[in-house]
């Protein structure tokens, strides 16, 4: 679904879309290390804004190098780093650029100016309560198509993530049936006295309450259920019990007449 980029300085591939898939071959050194292929994911600031985790996550989907296109507002110049403040349609972030330097002058920083389109690659972190892109590469952006395209990407990548996400739940629900019995029994509500369930009707959790009394290992069976009911309440007691077995929150023993609770 994502693609990976050969480089992050190539304005060949800046518009590009991201179902190129590419393995970086470099010649290996004692001094220039390998570099590895890395997903890149095109987003808006606002989705960056609005990940409350410390590892920013598309559906599930770790990403490891987000491509932002945005207005360079301002930036600040230090020994060590250069501190850019990105602006696109949704809201605004600071980028870092750690600076190589050749005596007093670095060597990395980029040509671009304030008030103009730029194109970034690299890293999300997370300090102090601020999210943070730590640049790899960034360039001026001299073609709109490029924005056009990083809006068209970031609405496509969403909806794709999102797709998968729903495919691999409904594959696990597929090959693991325990798995909706599990989902059904994460909505029980606990807060309430000896683990009442929220939802429920009066009925039916009168039922899982009077069956949430018996500890014996076979459970109680269905004519003891009814004793504790008037002869005119018996169909309603069966559908409360069909209903809460359907849910997961209980479940039959030795046979279809002896019931027990999940939650025991």
Not at 66 to 90: P, R
Not at 130 to 140: A, D, G, S
Not at 211 to 233: A, I, V
Request: net charge negative.
């Amino acid at each position: 679904m994502w693609g990976d980029y050969r480089s992050f300085g190539n304005d060949s591939t800046a518009g590009g879309f991201l179902n190129t898939t590419t393995n970086q071959d470099e010649t290996i050194s004692e001094n220039k290390p390998v570099r590895r292929s890395q997903n890149v994911v095109p987003l808006v600031i606002q989705q960056i804004k609005n990940c409350h985790e410390d590892d920013f996550k598309l559906f599930g989907t770790p990403v490891q190098i987000v491509k932002l296109v945005g207005i360079l507002k301002n930036f600040e110049v230090q020994s060590t780093k250069a501190t850019y403040t990105i602006e696109d349609h949704t809201g605004s972030i600071k980028a870092v650029l750690w600076l190589e330097s050749d005596g007093d002058t670095p060597t990395n920083l980029p040509n671009v100016k304030e008030e103009s389109y730029v194109q970034l690659f690299g890293s999300l972190r997370h300090q102090n309560g601020e999210k943070t892109v730590m640049i790899l590469r960034m360039f001026p952006i001299s073609d709109c198509n490029i924005i056009t395209s990083h809006l068209l990407e970031t609405i496509y990548t969403r909806l794709s993530a999102e797709a998968d996400s729903k495919r691999v739940l409904s594959d696990i629900n597929v090959n693991n049936p325990g798995a909706a019995l599990a989902n059904s029994m994460s909505f029980v509500d606990y807060e309430m006295g000896g683990g009442g369930n929220s939802g429920l009707s009066p009925m039916q959790e009168k039922v899982f309450k009077i069956l949430e009394t018996d500890d014996t290992m076979n459970g109680m069976s269905r004519d003891t259920l009814y004793s504790k009911f008037p002869p005119n309440q018996h169909k309603q007691v069966n559908e409360a019990l069909q209903f809460l077995s359907n849910e997961g929150h209980v479940y039959s023993t030795i046979d279809g007449d002896h019931f027990k609770v999940t939650t025991m």
